[in-house]
């Protein structure tokens, strides 16, 4: 499967706990995006790298949430310190950044419910 | 404020039937325009996407527009199938200097569309 893959899948927590999720882009994608999304709504842009440098933060990545791109490659999102308004569908998309590319391609995202 | 607003929430056709869905947006400066169908619980998957030149895109049954002056655009969906049933989002990517994109996407929450047989 060389599309972007993203796991767990599920991730059931208890409040106060922290989280990990991890996103492998497709391989030759330079750029990676999280995202967010609560139930009935669409996706919220969380972060963005290109490579391994973070370019951009939305105000919505609170303090307790930080994401890393070490190498370039995969990414991981972390949440600290979770609350129940952290439940949510987090999306990964990655693309790769040439004039006139604009295409992002999505992740099946990791559902975490926080109890 | 950069907002996507779609209309109608929701929708429900009989199958074989064509419909429409509706986007407005207030994103600048505008980079281009996208259509997304998600099926429930997986990632969001690009159905068409536009630049400010673009004024017609189509995929196989599906038919978008994009009047950059007055900001909508419409996804038109022909001869529905029930695998057709999904929520359809409306994305706009803000421009860079340059006219580049960063990336950055603004959703709309989406339209749900129901095909029922």
């Known amino acids: 499967d060389t599309g972007v893959s993203q796991n767990p899948r599920h991730k059931i927590t208890k409040r106060g706990q922290n989280v990990t999720f991890r996103c492998d882009p497709i391989?030759?994608?330079?750029?990676l995006y999280w995202y967010r999304q609560t139930l009935g709504q669409g996706p919220e842009f969380l972060t963005y790298f290109q490579n391994e440098a973070q370019l951009e933060k939305s105000r919505l990545l609170s303090d307790r949430f930080s994401a890393e791109r070490p190498k370039g490659s995969f990414s991981t999102l972390e949440i600290q310190r979770t609350e129940q308004g952290d439940s949510a569908m987090y999306l990964c998309?990655?693309?790769?950044?040439?004039?006139?590319?604009?295409?992002?391609?999505f992740g099946p995202g990791t559902r975490l419910t926080v109890t | 404020k950069n907002q996507v607003e779609q209309s109608p929430q929701s929708l429900i056709i009989l199958e074989g039937k064509n419909c429409t869905l509706q986007?407005?947006?207030?994103?600048?400066?505008?980079?281009?325009l996208r259509w997304y169908k998600q099926d429930t619980g997986r990632g969001p998957v690009s159905l068409t996407i536009m630049t400010f030149s673009e004024n017609t895109k189509s995929n196989g049954r599906y038919t978008a527009t994009l009047d950059a002056d007055t900001k909508q655009s419409s996804l038109h969906i022909t001869a529905s199938q029930l695998s057709d049933s999904a929520s359809y989002i409306c994305?706009?990517?803000?421009?860079?200097?340059?006219?580049?994109?960063?990336?950055?996407?603004?959703f709309g929450q989406g339209t749900i569309l129901t095909v029922h047989p």
């Open positions: 994305v706009v990517s803000v421009g860079g200097a340059g006219g580049t994109s960063y990336g950055k996407l603004t």
């Open positions: 986007c407005n947006y207030t994103v600048s400066p505008f980079s281009n």
């Open positions: 391989s030759e994608h330079n750029r």
């Open positions: 998309a990655s693309s790769l950044a040439l004039a006139g590319n604009y295409e992002q391609y």
